[in-house]
């Protein structure tokens, strides 16, 4: 009988070993000594949740930008602890989660444990505004490590609010877990959205709420939208649905008045929309959406040919009518876009997101792209705003030079200190196939070549469907300017070696150095169309 018992503690004891590190490195073994980025250490007790939160200890050191972070804080005394107190935490994420080896989490600063009762209390964390609502989100499957960072850089000028990002490295119970980014979520608070609590009738009734389209996965309250999803000849498909979650306040927070209220607001909005009556007939002005916000936000999902736009974590919210009665979009979750999906033509650049529907019905998908954006864009009042925003865009912070900089700005910052070497020790992922990758890079250097060429095609299609001339586009390898990729480039930029020489066309492989790789990596290019 003894013996049974033993066994039977032994079995629990393992499985609540592996329970505790789900999702743990495949290499434990990686050391970190020092660090550009802010050291995050996670001292976890328990096994690690997802729909509840559970106490944790954080400790986060950062010295400041361009100043090294030494792990070993009792050999270097002195340094900077950003924070250090307990914290609510719980896995987040949906496919991020499921298919990940490497586990984003959700996290909310405590003034004491959980089983002492603690409440959330507001920091502020690497430079960014006091809240209690974080995230780490964990690339994985974004090889790069920056796809998420670049969209909201690219949003940024333009929508009322984007979340903010740093990255940092995470060690979890003494193992390193490699480079995460330590996020703002799209949450309301002073430097959030700025979004009051609703009220129970009136104008205060009418705000502020935060909702979602989201799949009904059966795990979160949902409600059906009163129209199905379209085809690309304009068509409904009624045996397919679109649903909202609630996001801002939480469901279970909601008065039924004010879930009435929001639900009334949306099935407006989209009564109008399937009518094309949403425009004030004498102004013609939206009187249900803010259409430069939604506007900003299809350019977000189409530069990255976003697979889960629209469909997926596609969040809008709505002030009190005083202030705006208009909804407005946010930006979240791109680590599956620029070319970084194989699935229902993610990888392409010639085609436009927000058309999948066919692609989308034909598959099988219950997950589709509401009717919404259809209809906006077969109005040419907003098509012709939309070509006027590209031009915009393309003006000043998306000319392939700025885009191009700010790549290898966050290459930069991921690379000088050793982070992406050591993540990479951690996660072995060069040359292997990881969910949902198009193109399985080599290095780290192919994978910013690979994501540098599929931008720069994908915005010279957009220019050529907005109607942009596209004078500024940089093409990578187009080295003797003919605005073609040749054989006579590679002649021209051996030529340009042999001088030592240099332009930003010709640094191929995008590692800041013109030499003998490029030529390689031209060839590649040239043979790949």
Known sequence: MKRVILIAVLVAGTLQTLAQVVGAPTNKYVRLTSTNLPIVWLTVDGTMQQDERITARMKILHNGDGITNYADTVAHLGQHIEYDGYVGIRYRGKSSYTYSSKKPYSFRPLNRPLEEGGSWVKVSLLGMGKDNNWALLGPYADKSMLRDLLAFEISRPWMEYTPQGRYCEVIYNGIYYGVYILSEVVSKGRYRLHLDDPGEEGDELSGGYLMEVE?????????????????????????????????????????????????????????????????????????????????????????????????????????????????????????????????????????????????LNASG???????????????????????????????????????????????????????????????????????????????????????????????????????????????????????????????????????????????????????IADVAALIDLILQG
């Not at 059966?218 to 129209?227: A, D, I, R």
């Not at 430069?292 to 009190?320: C, P, T, W």
């Open 215 to 359: 799949r009904d996965d059966g795990k979160q309250p949902v409600f059906m939208s009163n129209y199905c999803p379209v085809l690309n000849d304009g068509s409904f498909i009624p045996s397919r649905h679109i649903y909202f979650c609630y996001r801002i306040p939480d469901y279970e927070d909601l008065t039924e008045a004010q879930t009435e209220y929001i639900q009334d607001r949306i099935n407006q909005m989209e009564t109008a929309l399937s009518r094309n009556q949403y425009r004030d007939p004498e102004n013609g002005e939206c009187i249900y959406i803010d259409e430069m916000s939604f506007i900003d936000y299809q350019l977000a999902m189409e530069i990255g040919h976003n697979v889960d736009g629209y469909r997926l974590s596609g969040k809008f919210f709505k002030r009190r009518d005083s202030q705006d009665p208009r909804f407005k979009c946010v930006v979240w979750d791109m680590n599956l876009a620029y070319g970084n999906a194989d699935y229902h033509d993610g990888w392409r650049t010639d085609t436009w997101i927000y058309q999948m529907n066919d692609l």
């Open 365 to 515: 998908s219950t997950n589709m792209v509401p009717f919404w954006w259809y209809m906006l864009n077969n109005d040419p009042t907003y098509t012709a705003q939309l070509r006027a925003r590209w031009a915009q865009y393309r003006s000043s912070n998306l000319t392939m030079e700025r885009l191009n900089h700010t790549i290898d700005s966050l290459v930069t910052v991921l690379t000088v200190g050793g982070a992406e070497r050591r993540n990479s020790m951690a996660y072995p992922r060069w040359g292997t196939y990881v969910w949902p990758n198009y193109y399985i890079a080599a290095n780290y250097a192919d994978e910013i070549a690979y994501l540098k060429r599929w931008l720069r095609h994908r915005i010279k299609w957009m220019d050529e469907q907005l109607g942009f001339d596209g004078t500024d586009v940089l093409v990578i390898g187009d080295v003797n300017d003919d605005d073609e990729l040749t054989i006579a480039d590679v002649g021209a930029l051996i030529d340009m070696i042999l001088n030592d020489a240099s332009s930003r066309s010709a640094d191929v492989n995008g590692d800041g150095e013109v030499n």
